[in-house]
């Protein structure tokens, strides 16, 4: 298992607060890891319980030889207590009570005991507010780690009682590499680095839905007064992914365009490209935004998806023909 310094290059700023509380010995009862990537959250609190467990920790980091590190690489340590949502995907409040049993027991091996709850944002409030109790009086020496993708999913109170670690791994360069080595066009790179937030897993599943494709059938729809717009709206429209991915490109130039009015610097903007270069106002542009994002949660609802993608392409192509 890899020690917190050596994923300080991929979560610098989280790492560092971590490493910190360690050293300084000001380590909190509750966590909360939270990003884009459920994996990231959980790998990074994971190396977090090691350096907590650890007999002979060094600036923070776990040894990996004693006994404890030996215990948890090996998923045998008894004061390690991994909860994971059911086959369903939830964390029922059953489970946690029957953890939670364990929450006053003496520590067996080490002196910490530390209750990691992946996903604990598909607790429900009812387990959630059973997992609060122990949160609000927590025995000493007892730790509890929360991975989650979004924190609004949890209660309040729940969040107020953790420290939040935002986890947003340092990839750019990483993916930088990975389009060069697909030939990616320099003008699409922008957008996938956007959509995928840096992650290359996300990238690849962007690959394969044919962003490139769609990108360059977007830009053409775009054009003054296309004529083959409606064939390619029709095109853009065919599958439900083909169209969530029109929608969410679209955000993002919309997105863009609007800080672009608002004074915004190139660095505080998503993409290199200025494709959107119209005369709406701002107040139709941030309607136009909300109506893409109202298509995307509607995108499991029979919809008509080239009606839907015409009026927003024809709106907007209008506007840069003006």
Same mark, same amino acid.
């Given at each position: 298992?890899?020690?917190?310094?050596?994923?300080?290059?991929?979560?610098?700023?989280?790492?560092?607060?971590?490493?910190?509380?360690?050293?300084?010995?000001?380590?909190?009862?509750?966590?909360?890891?939270?990003?884009?990537?459920?994996?990231?959250?959980?790998?990074?609190?994971?190396?977090?319980?090691?350096?907590?467990?650890?007999?002979?920790?060094?600036?923070?980091?776990?040894?990996?030889?004693?006994?404890?590190?030996?215990?948890?690489?090996?998923?045998?340590?008894?004061?390690?207590?991994?909860?994971?949502?059911?086959?369903?995907?939830?964390?029922?409040?059953?489970?946690?009570?029957?953890?939670?049993?364990?929450?006053?027991?003496?520590?067996?091996?080490?002196?910490?005991?530390?209750?990691?709850?992946?996903?604990?944002?598909?607790?429900? =409030?009812?387990?959630?507010? *059973?997992?609060?109790? !122990? @949160?609000?009086?927590?025995?000493?020496?007892?730790?509890?780690? /929360?991975? %989650?993708?979004?924190?609004?999913?949890?209660?309040?109170?729940?969040?107020?009682?953790?420290?939040s670690i935002h986890v947003n791994a340092s990839r750019a360069t990483e993916l930088k590499e990975w389009c060069t080595k697909q030939n990616l066009d320099e003008e699409v790179r922008s957008f996938i680095a956007t959509l995928s937030a840096n992650h290359i897993e996300q990238a690849e599943h962007l690959k394969e839905q044919g962003i490139e494709s769609i990108f360059q059938q977007l830009k053409e729809c775009l054009q003054p007064?296309?004529?083959?717009?409606?064939?390619?709206?029709?095109?853009?429209?065919?599958?439900?992914?083909?169209?969530?991915?029109?929608?969410?490109?679209?955000?993002?130039?919309?997105?863009?365009?609007? =800080?672009?009015?608002?004074? *915004?610097?190139?660095? !505080? @903007?998503?993409?290199?490209?200025?494709?959107?270069?119209?005369? /709406?106002? %701002?107040?139709?542009?941030?309607?136009?935004?909300?109506?893409?994002?109202?298509?995307?949660?509607?995108?499991?609802?029979?919809?008509?998806?080239?009606?839907?993608?015409?009026?927003?392409?024809?709106?907007?192509?209008?506007?840069?023909?003006?």
């Amino acid at each position: 298992m890899v020690n917190l310094s050596e994923l300080q290059p991929l979560f610098p700023h989280p790492v560092d607060n971590l490493l910190r509380s360690l050293e300084q010995n000001r380590i909190q009862q509750a966590y909360l890891f939270h990003g884009p990537h459920l994996s990231d959250n959980t790998t990074l609190a994971l190396t977090y319980s090691a350096s907590l467990l650890c007999d002979s920790p060094s600036q923070g980091n776990h040894c990996g030889a004693c006994q404890n590190c030996q215990l948890l690489l090996g998923h045998k340590h008894p004061d390690f207590f991994h909860i994971l949502p059911n086959e369903k995907g939830t964390i029922t409040i059953d489970m946690v009570r029957t953890h939670m049993q364990k929450l006053f027991l003496s520590s067996a091996q080490a002196k910490r005991k530390v209750f990691l709850l992946e996903g604990a944002d598909t607790m429900n =409030a009812s387990a959630q507010n *059973a997992i609060l109790k !122990a @949160l609000e009086e927590p025995p000493a020496n007892t730790h509890f780690l /929360l991975s %989650i993708k979004q924190p609004r999913r949890l209660l309040i109170t729940v969040r107020s009682r953790c420290q939040s670690i935002h986890v947003n791994a340092s990839r750019a360069t990483e993916l930088k590499e990975w389009c060069t080595k697909q030939n990616l066009d320099e003008e699409v790179r922008s957008f996938i680095a956007t959509l995928s937030a840096n992650h290359i897993e996300q990238a690849e599943h962007l690959k394969e839905q044919g962003i490139e494709s769609i990108f360059q059938q977007l830009k053409e729809c775009l054009q003054p007064k296309d004529k083959n717009i409606f064939h390619t709206i029709a095109d853009l429209a065919t599958s439900r992914e083909s169209f969530v991915l029109c929608l969410s490109l679209l955000e993002v130039m919309v997105r863009d365009e609007v =800080a672009r009015r608002f004074g *915004a610097k190139q660095d !505080a @903007l998503y993409t290199e490209s200025t494709l959107i270069d119209c005369n /709406l106002e %701002i107040s139709s542009l941030q309607n136009l935004i909300a109506a893409l994002q109202k298509l995307r949660a509607y995108k499991n609802i029979a919809l008509n998806r080239p009606m839907a993608l015409e009026s927003v392409l024809l709106d907007l192509s209008a506007a840069q023909s003006l």
